[in-house]
């Protein structure tokens, strides 16, 4: 998982993920293929996010997730669709509780 900055301060994240990366194309021209990501709660559509990243003049920043984003994303948004109430072990999952 990627986040880019166009401000810098994270406050305007456009989120990615690596769907190409072809070892030879990395390492001689620092290239990699990525996919836009859209969450909830995320209001720009796929069209501004691009956008802003076309129009914006100088740096940005971008911080990446050590672990591999694409195996949990399922998982993650089976969780975001559960009904909480009726959810066996939000305690352990949601609230991170632990009974010994």
């Known amino acids: 998982l990627l986040c880019i900055s166009v401000t810098g301060d994270f406050t305007d994240p456009i989120w990615l993920t690596v769907c190409d990366s072809d070892r030879a194309i990395l390492q001689k021209h620092s290239i990699v293929g990525v996919q836009l990501e859209m969450f909830d709660g995320y209001n720009d559509s796929p069209a501004d996010s691009i956008r802003k990243m076309l129009l914006h003049s100088g740096h940005m920043i971008m911080a990446e997730s050590p672990t591999y984003f694409q195996s949990f994303k399922h998982v993650l948004s089976s969780l975001k669709n559960s009904d909480i109430a009726n959810f066996s072990l939000?305690?352990?999952?949601?609230?991170?509780?632990?009974?010994h």
């Open 90 to 99: 939000v305690r352990e999952i949601v609230f991170g509780e632990y009974r």
